[in-house]
């Protein structure tokens, strides 16, 4: 689909996937950089929505500061493969879920409004299965920031800085839901959105301003559905690494192009040893095994055990659940 895409459709998911201008009329800020109208703007977003190919202008969050995450996975017997995913993707809580070359096949991102309510998600995926589930909780992130370039090569993410979470309050969560949502495509996005909450546009306005310094969101603006634009071989890499070696191993991942994400997350002794994860998106199979024979020769990851996750099913991939607990 990106070799169809116009010029501006181009501009507009290259140059907006963050940086999405917090004033009062985004949109018109950002025709008046791309040396169009409003109204042109907003046209081409709706169709780029209606087509597949973003699924909304908003935000992404970094993992656990909004509410509670983690990934999850079970080994699911492949006669069981399709009851099992309608299982997991009928709860509110899972925001993606992928089917992936593995004993363990069956990956998902668990969300929910805090520790109690992921717990209680959580037993319900086992229940409903009656399959042993590995929770894997974030230990640290080194880069959450999911881009892709629509033009001219691609580029390494920088590393990921802390969150502040002290900045956050209880009236920041309908407004990081309605991120998480999208923003309405109209021209006073914010004045909408504070309308909706019973609060003032440029205190909207100045609360994002907040979330998004303290590092709280990762990202605000156009967000791409990569499948759609051609990013189809996505591959989960998960390495052995030992503890003293991880944070320098993650870094050295991170100013490899290709590698969109990367964090450390926690082991299961004697189920899975596996404690750096990092995606690798490319556009074939080939390309991406081309990033991941980058990766082997890193200095940091020499000798490193890894498996390879790819992704071959896409069941499910909605926004985080940040207001209430998932339903039962």
């Known amino acids: 689909m990106i070799d169809r895409l116009s010029p501006l459709d ?3 998911l290259e140059d907006f996937q963050r940086d999405l201008p917090l004033v009062a009329a985004p949109f018109a800020a950002m025709a008046g950089r791309l040396g169009v109208d409003e109204e042109t703007v907003l046209e081409r977003l709706c169709a ?3 087509v597949g190919a973003i ?34 993707s009928a709860e509110a809580g899972v925001n993606h879920s992928y089917l992936r070359e593995h004993d363990w096949n069956l990956w998902f991102v668990a969300t929910a409004r805090d520790a109690y309510d992921l717990a209680a998600s959580l037993t319900r995926i086992e229940a409903r299965t009656g399959l042993p589930l590995l929770d894997l909780r974030l230990v640290r992130a080194f880069n959450v920031d999911l881009g892709f370039s629509m033009r001219g090569p691609r580029k390494p993410l920088s590393t990921c800085g802390a969150a502040d979470v002290t900045v956050l ?17 109209v021209p006073r996005p914010f ?11 440029a205190a909207i306005l100045e609360r994002i301003a907040i979330l998004a310094r303290a590092r709280i969101l ?7 559905r990569h499948r759609t634009l051609g990013w189809r071989a996505n591959a989960m890499v998960v390495w052995d690494v030992p503890e003293e070696r991880i944070e320098a191993a993650g870094r050295a ?24 994860f ?51």
């Open 10 to 12: 181009r501009a507009l």
């Open 169 to 185: 309050c209880e009236d920041d969560r309908p407004i990081l839901s309605a991120l998480a949502d999208g923003l309405n495509l």
């Open 48 to 50: 780029l929505k209606e």
């Open 55 to 88: 699924s909304r202008v908003g935000a992404t969050f970094r993992p656990n500061t909004a509410g509670a995450s983690t990934l999850a996975a079970l080994a699911v017997p492949a006669t069981r493969i399709e009851e099992v995913a309608g299982i997991v």
């Open 253 to 276: 991942l991170c100013s490899l192009a290709g590698v969109t994400l990367c964090y450390q997350r926690r082991t299961v002794p004697g189920v899975w040893p596996y404690a750096l």
């Open 278 to 328: 990092s995606m690798i998106h490319g556009r074939s199979r080939d390309e991406t095994l081309g990033v991941l024979a980058t990766a082997e020769d890193l200095p940091e990851l020499t000798g490193i055990r890894r498996q390879v996750l790819f992704s071959t099913r896409c069941y499910k991939q909605t926004a985080a659940l940040l207001q209430g607990e998932a339903a039962a």
């Open 191 to 201: 004045a909408a959105l504070g309308k909706a909450l019973g609060r003032t546009e």
């Open 218 to 224: 990762t990202r605000i603006g156009v967000i791409v």
